[in-house]
């Protein structure tokens, strides 16, 4: 059983920063890559980083210049620093790890950012 936990969200202004957790317990051996992604109103999933076991790291073209995705492989804890939050910004933000062939996902955990 793989439990993915996120934490980290609220409301914040625009201009502010926020730093997101997202906590992996359970049968982990196997896991590679985990993810961020995130779902505004209306609008479909999208990724917007990821990382692997190794460090390297991808990002959507949008929030490159502003979303930083860090883990602790040691804490199975993977993080995504989001600065210059915009309201656009405002979505529930998921995360999910790659075992093997199989995602496991958290429920997320919500970002909504005042103009």
């Known amino acids: 059983q793989v439990q993915l936990v996120e934490s980290g969200g609220g409301l914040v202004q625009a201009g502010e920063s926020l730093t997101l957790s997202c906590a992996a317990s359970?049968?982990?051996?196997?896991?590679?890559?985990m993810g961020w992604y995130r779902q505004g109103p209306g609008k479909q999933r999208e990724l917007v980083a990821a990382?692997?076991?190794?460090?390297?790291?991808n990002y959507a073209d949008s929030v490159k210049d502003r979303f930083t995705i860090s883990r602790d492989n040691a804490k199975n804890t993977v993080y995504l620093q989001i600065n210059s939050l915009n309201p656009e910004d405002t979505s529930l933000y998921s995360c999910n790890v790659r075992i093997w062939n199989t995602y496991y996902w958290g429920k997320g955990t919500l970002v909504t950012v005042s103009s």
């Open positions: 359970g049968s982990l051996f196997g896991s590679n890559t």
């Open positions: 990382i692997r076991l190794d460090g390297n790291t």
